[in-house]
């Protein structure tokens, strides 16, 4: 009956854990796609490196890396690679846990430092003779439906069209949209906020059960004798 179940758990974790690394190869294309496609780095200059596109990819290539190795351990009865999947779960739940304590603990000083970034990426705009940075502008303000940082005041006598309501019309007008891209920034972080803790957790909670199904497996793969050694 043990052997039984052990051979459930062993075929559980490799259905898993392939499950996981399809899902790591879409998110790693995904992240391509959008640092192809992506214009909001001219939002925050200089935190580009760590725009969204970026984040996918990285988290793509770890998420695969991970479940390959969760995989081939369970599938050889591996026990090094049992136990270096187990070891990169406990870091990576150490690491979840602490960014997220540190966005609830620094969450003013994180608001700030992203005003800071949109003020120098919107006079960057303002100032670029190649009107590049303000197409991206045009692009960002027209899908966010915003204007400026806070308002239209932000880009002075020269407010782009895109700050319209709506685009097509000319500016003379002087209707603009009043929503600045911060606040919509920040309020699309608070209304999902909820949404991003649950998911935390319950991330946490499969990186336990891997965790515990992974020392289950090397447990009687060390008792058994069976399976590679080190």
Avoid at 95 to 117: F, M, Q, R
Avoid at 202 to 213: H, N, R
């Amino acid at each position: 009956m043990a052997h039984s179940c052990l051979k459930c758990l062993k075929y559980t974790m490799c259905v898993a854990n392939l499950l996981c690394f399809i899902c790591g190869v879409s998110i790693l294309v995904f992240g391509v796609f959008l640092m192809v496609g992506s214009n909001y780095a001219a939002l925050t200059p200089s935190l580009a490196s760590f725009n969204i596109a970026n984040i996918l990819l990285i988290t793509g290539i770890i998420i695969t890396c991970v479940s390959f190795l969760g995989f081939l351990g369970a599938l050889k009865e591996n026990r090094c690679l049992l136990l270096s999947f187990f070891l990169m779960l406990f870091i990576m739940m150490l690491l979840e846990l602490t960014a997220a304590c540190l966005l609830l603990v620094y969450e003013g000083e994180i608001t700030e430092s992203v005003k800071t970034d949109l003020t120098k990426g919107l006079n960057d705009a303002k100032g670029n003779s190649t009107h590049s940075k303000q197409s991206d502008w045009d692009y960002i303000q027209k899908n966010l439906d915003c204007c400026g940082i806070n308002n239209a005041s932000d880009w002075g006598e020269h407010v782009p069209e895109s700050c319209c309501i709506p685009e097509e019309f000319s500016c003379n007008n002087r209707e603009y949209r009043q929503t600045g891209c911060l606040s919509k920034v920040t309020n699309f972080f608070e209304k999902n906020f909820l949404t991003i803790g649950v998911s935390v957790i319950v991330l946490c909670m499969i990186e336990v059960l891997g965790m515990c199904f992974a020392m289950t497996l090397f447990c009687h793969i060390s008792r058994t004798g069976l399976g590679y050694k080190f």
